[in-house]
């Protein structure tokens, strides 16, 4: 659990990350002005989910959520404690039962994907930070992918029959739960729930290094006839879309299901949805790709293929040496390890330190970070949440 509050260095912190967000044409903010800052209590910002939430890759100051938390803080006059539960991996999960502590695998950076503790553990453990839990504001939360298991949109031996019916079960009923409870438990808080994106387009990249990834990733059912080179990036196009537009209609329905229901017991609108609308162009090892790749030229990426791995290769985000260190010591070597330890442990390694490729980079949190300020713009100038109206800016044009 990370808690982020407001400190005496910040102005200075904030112009920096300004500074260098404004030249990626990002959407920072600077801070208020100790003339606008007013008296109220910090407004308390929750961030539940998986790595997306978390922010894969990225420094804190160029993640989504901490773009959302400057935001409000220029928006409303008043400082934002943010308490970040999310982590990398996290599964939505059951409710734990009564007696059982969830926190299992807390004590590991965010940057390190494990399952536990899921996003119901995740609420857990902020209750514990709240007296009062209607004392969070605005809670931000994302999740499903992992509970479909994301390596399936990367095998070409799945149909998009098969993803649309994995989108359905998993991000539907499953995150309609979810949003039930976190409006229950915090029921003042505004709750805005993140979708995905699709992670291979036709604007991908169509080369030797990504015709040899998607060989990696197929696997096909035992005498399944095998696809070729041109029909396997037909098909991970096609379940990557189907995947973006599955779980976009199932997580917006989710969203409008409970917030119809709150409405009905007189709430404001609570509840919704956000999607980033990443264009085929922003997908990986696109043209404007917004998520993180590899940092490796030609010649490296062929020497990969040619190797079989034995060549190294290098993500291109900002934690890339910081998890390396973090993915050495979780998978540390056993001397008695057999020779099927020692691959596994060697894959997961592999899969550790190569984690935020395919995560949105600074551009990509940016747009993330707009459409969740898009969305709570109106809902600040014409509702009582947080503050009186008066002139609202958007992330993209904050005011002066």
């Known amino acids: ?23 990626l044409t990002a959407h920072a903010q600077t801070s208020p002005t100790s003339a606008t800052v007013k008296t109220e209590r910090a407004i308390n910002l929750l961030v539940l989910g998986d790595s997306i939430s978390w922010g894969q890759g990225l420094k804190d100051e160029h993640k989504a959520w901490f773009l959302v938390k400057k935001w409000l ?8 404690r943010a ?6 991996g996290a599964l939505i999960g059951a409710i734990a039962e009564a007696g059982v502590d969830p926190r299992t695998n807390y004590s590991l950076d965010g940057e390190l994907s494990r399952g536990q503790p899921t996003v119901n553990d995740q609420i857990d453990n902020a209750l514990r930070s709240f007296a009062d839990p209607s004392q969070v504001d605005l809670v931000l939360v994302d999740g499903c992918i992992n509970d479909l298991d994301s390596r399936s949109l990367l095998n070409a031996a799945n149909t998009t029959d098969t993803i649309r019916e994995l989108a359905q079960a998993k991000c539907g009923m499953p995150v ?11 029921p003042a808080a505004q709750v805005v729930i993140t979708g995905y994106y699709p992670i291979i ?23 399944a006839p095998k696809l070729n080179d041109k029909a396997l990036r037909a098909r991970l196009i096609a379940i990557s879309r189907e995947w973006y537009q599955t779980s976009d209609q ?10 119809s229901q709150l409405k009905e017991r007189g709430s404001r609108q609570r509840v919704i949805f956000a999607d980033p609308a990443f264009q085929p162009e922003n997908s990986f090892a696109a043209s404007k ?12 990426k062929l020497l990969v293929v040619l190797t079989l791995g034995k060549v ?38 592999m899969r550790c330190r190569l984690a935020a490729a395919g995560h949105p980079n600074r551009k990509g949190a940016a747009m993330y970070a707009d459409a969740i300020g898009k969305l709570l713009k109106p809902i600040i100038a014409e509702t009582s949440w947080l503050k009186e109206p008066r002139a609202i800016a958007s992330p993209a044009n904050p005011v002066p």
Not at 83 to 88: K, M, R
Not at 318 to 328: A, H, N, P, V, Y
Request: net charge positive; aromatic share 6%.
């Open 73 to 80: 803080e220029q928006n409303t006059g008043r400082g934002v």
């Open 1 to 23: 659990m990370r808690v982020v509050a407001p400190s005496a260095r910040l102005s200075g912190l904030v112009a920096l990350a300004a500074a260098i967000l404004v030249s």
């Open 312 to 349: 190294q290769l290098r993500t291109n985000d900002e934690r890339r040496k910081q998890r390396t260190e973090l993915c050495k010591t979780q998978f540390k070597k056993d001397e008695n390890e057999t020779p099927e330890q020692k691959a596994l442990r060697e894959d997961r390694l």
């Open 250 to 259: 199932m997580l917006s329905a989710a969203a409008h299901r409970i917030d």
């Open 201 to 223: 387009t036709e604007n991908s990249a169509n080369d030797f290094f990504m015709r040899a990834l998607a060989k990696r990733f197929y696997s096909p059912a035992v005498g």
């Open 83 to 88: 308490q970040i539960e999310a982590h990398s």
């Open 289 to 300: 790709s917004r998520l993180w790749g590899f940092d490796a030229s030609a010649l490296r």
């Open 176 to 186: 309609e739960a979810l949003l039930s409870r976190i409006t229950n438990v915090f």
